[in-house]
């Protein structure tokens, strides 16, 4: 473990050496205390720094670890790769309505065409006739989709949804999220990312 004699200083990043420049790109993945990630996607990670100023505040412990080291005055520690909280942080029970859940409940395609790209959203009851930025209402969409659209229902300009638009749950936006790895993670990740995957036997 880390020297104590650290803690009586204000900023604890000062203590270790950043060199190589390259070490900031070694994000820890942060799990709840029940091993999974606090969420996947975006990806839960801290910057190196922050994950080896938790281990030493007693707030996570280190699951697995890279190969480089930082240094403090008197010690070294080999940065972590994946760290779980001590104490369990309950999950929100409500989903932020943000563009960016909007587009990952919908899975990052048009729920007109399908397609994938170039995705803004549409309200599919238009707010000139009442309707509402809700869940409910609103649905990622294509600019050509959104353009054919335009002011009509979907009745008048002979168009549907794939799925009806509604209010997902966490636990669903996790699953959604679990389909969409990030585009880079260490090796190390790997299984807590698909801990509840089935394995092939």
Not at 91 to 111: G, I, S
Request: proline fraction near 6%; charge should be positive.
């Amino acid at each position: 473990m880390l020297d104590r004699d650290c803690h009586d200083h204000s900023d604890f990043r000062a203590h270790f050496v950043r060199e190589p420049a390259a070490l900031k790109h070694h994000p820890a993945l942060v799990l709840n205390a029940d091993y999974r990630p606090l969420s996947y996607y975006p990806l839960s990670l801290w910057p190196w720094q922050e994950a080896i100023k938790a281990v030493f505040l007693d707030r996570v412990d280190i699951i697995a670890e890279y190969d480089e080291v930082v240094h403090s005055q008197r010690t070294q520690i080999r940065i972590p790769s994946v760290v779980v909280l001590r104490d369990y942080v309950k999950p929100r029970k409500r989903v932020a309505f943000t563009r960016f859940n909007l587009f990952l409940r919908d899975e990052f395609r048009c729920q007109y065409c399908g397609a994938k790209g170039d995705l803004t959203f549409d309200h599919v009851v238009p707010r000139s006739r009442g309707g509402q930025t809700s869940w409910e209402n609103v649905v990622a969409a294509c600019s050509p989709c959104n353009l054919r659209k335009a002011n009509r229902s979907l009745r008048q300009c002979g168009m549907q949804l794939r799925r009806p638009a509604r209010r997902p749950t966490t636990e669903e936006m996790h699953a959604t999220g679990r389909r969409f790895p990030p585009n880079h993670f260490h090796e190390s990740w790997i299984d807590y990312l698909y801990w509840d995957v089935e394995l092939e036997s």
